[in-house]
């Protein structure tokens, strides 16, 4: 059974190299890039949650039981209104995540760039 928080889970922790469990345990030792990521994941699965409430939110005002009148197109317009929101602020929180992850990528690159030109370099000047 998988315990998936958004759909971006598995790019998490493809990047991070770790399931989202064992990240948050480890936190404290995350490097600073690293720990952008989980706080970006963190925001965007509590706009994850804010979607689905306000989705059952809907669900129950659109109710089949309750009578078709000006009050009930109303709320319904009303908590389509809340859900759009929720709706952005969970597609921002999605982008920020990216962008967080994209970050962290060029931070290890950077950080492991040096360190696979060395090989190279010495294997060079070992044929001479």
């Not at 994941?41 to 039981?65: G, W």
């Not at 009578?67 to 929101?85: H, K, M, T, W, Y």
């Amino acid at each position: 059974m998988s315990t998936s928080l958004t759909r971006l889970d598995s790019r998490v922790e493809a990047a991070l190299g770790h399931s989202i469990a064992a990240l948050h345990a480890e936190q404290a030792r995350l490097d600073a890039a690293a720990s952008r990521v989980l706080d970006a994941h963190r925001t965007l699965t509590k706009a994850e949650t804010t979607v689905a409430f306000e989705r059952v939110r809907l669900l129950i005002c659109a109710d089949r039981q309750r009578r078709v009148d000006d009050q009930l197109l109303d709320d319904i317009s009303a908590q389509l209104e809340v859900l759009e929101d929720a709706v952005n602020a969970r597609d921002e929180a999605e982008s920020d995540l990216l962008a967080r992850i994209e970050e962290h990528k060029h931070a290890a690159t950077a950080l492991a760039g040096p360190a696979r030109v060395a090989p190279v370099v010495q294997a060079a000047g070992r044929s001479r």
